[in-house]
């Protein structure tokens, strides 16, 4: 996961090289003896004169200045990643499951069409706020881990290592068996449509959840550009998702199925749903919600080329993306789904697409589902795994 490139020396033999002695002065003096030094093990012979040391033949290609190399080599992560790989991991890691989930919460809680938009641009605007002090932290502290790095610098090692203890047996595990489970279970809808999914996972879910995060995880496992390629992908696939549902939405306009439903938009659509600063406020956690994953490109930091300029940019296109998605799919909703319905149902983007195209509608919105939560999964895990490194 490193992915650094040692060269033909292991780790014992670079810091051996380091301090500028050749490998058998070191074994001469009995240092770094071992089964990493012999020569039958490295597959190599082992020649006093041919020796290098680091300043003789690493340095340049390292990157070392042989007048300033000291004895301890630091790893570091390599810095392959663009402004287009952070983004996909915002975007990616951003729209999951919520998108789905949430739209009808926060209508029901904001009390009005126009309130329910206002709670997205809300939400959305203090995203944006958030995600660029996040950008000037992880542009101030370039490393990976996102919080670990930076509590770590302000408070100190223990509030780092609490953050790392909890983000691996709680916050991180924790999301990624969720999303993972969502994805099993919108996965079976793709085969059984009409099937009641609402009591406890059954073996096909878990099986489904479990090939999910074994497959994301191998693939990380390979190097970071096949975990980057790999979210590149699924963000375009969901996002194209997205755009098909918008386009749908579009369609039902154009055909009235629902009549007008942003006329007198900041009226109540219902007295049971009355608008309130409470309500406002219960919305904002709903949608809060949904835009969850704004702070994984800081996480990614430290393997992205030219910080300073390419972390702001992707966070700020990505959650870009995020906000003018979630505007126009639930625009698309309301323009084939009654509000009333809208606030009350349980799946509101299988309603729109049922009520656009009919019953195909029941076997496109748990695809999607599928994929979006699958690429979700996948930032998950790559952007978790920088917390466990440093």
């Known amino acids: 996961l490193v992915d650094f490139d040692w060269g033909p020396y292991s780790w014992v033999e670079m810091r051996i090289l380091a301090s500028g002695k050749t490998l058998n002065e070191a074994r001469g003096k009995g240092e770094g003896s071992g089964k990493l030094l012999t020569s039958s093990d490295q597959g190599r012979p ?34 392959s990643l663009g402004v287009l790989d952070g983004a996909a991991v915002v975007v ?64 100190g090692a223990p509030f780092g290592y609490l953050f790392v203890w909890a983000n691996l047996t709680v916050i991180k595990t924790g999301s990624e068996a969720i999303i993972s489970l969502i994805f099993g279970t919108f996965a079976a809808q793709i085969f059984i449509p009409d099937a009641d999914l609402s009591g406890e996972p059954g073996w096909e879910i878990k099986a489904a959840a479990w090939a999910c995060l074994w497959t994301v995880t191998l693939c990380n496992c390979m190097g970071v550009d096949w975990a980057a390629t790999l979210q590149k992908f699924f963000t375009a696939l969901k996002l ?17 199925i629902t009549g007008d439903n942003y006329s007198n938009p900041f009226d109540s659509y219902s007295p049971e749903y009355p608008q309130t600063v409470s309500g406002f406020g219960v919305a904002m956690i709903a949608a809060l919600w949904a835009f969850d994953g704004w702070n994984q490109a800081s996480y990614i930091a430290e393997e992205l080329k030219n910080p300073s300029k390419s972390l702001p940019r992707a966070t700020a296109l990505g959650v870009a ?70």
């Open 46 to 79: 082992v020649s006093s004169e041919s020796e290098p040391t680091l300043a003789d033949d690493t340095a340049g290609d390292r990157g070392y200045n042989s007048d300033t190399v000291e004895e301890n080599v630091e790893l570091r992560l390599r810095r």
């Open 92 to 155: 990616g890691t951003i729209i999951g499951s919520g998108i789905f989930a949430s739209p009808g919460k926060v209508l029901r809680d904001s009390g009005s069409v126009g309130m329910m938009f206002m709670t997205w641009i809300s939400a959305g605007i203090l995203v944006v706020l958030s995600s660029l002090c996040y950008a000037e932290l992880g542009v101030t502290i370039p490393e990976a881990g996102g919080e670990y790095s930076y509590l770590t610098q302000a408070f």
């Open 240 to 256: 194209a998702a997205m755009s098909l549902m918008i386009i749908l939405g579009i369609v039902a306009w154009a055909k009235g």
């Open 321 to 390: 993306i995020c906000i003018t998605v979630y505007v126009l799919i639930n625009a698309a909703y309301l323009a084939a789904v009654p509000p009333l319905q809208f606030a009350t149902s349980g799946a509101v983007a299988r309603d729109a697409a049922v009520a656009v195209i009919g019953e195909a509608g029941k076997y496109l919105v748990p695809l999607i589902v599928a994929i979006s939560t699958f690429g979700s999964c996948n930032g998950s895990v790559l952007t978790g795994a920088r917390v466990l490194y440093v």
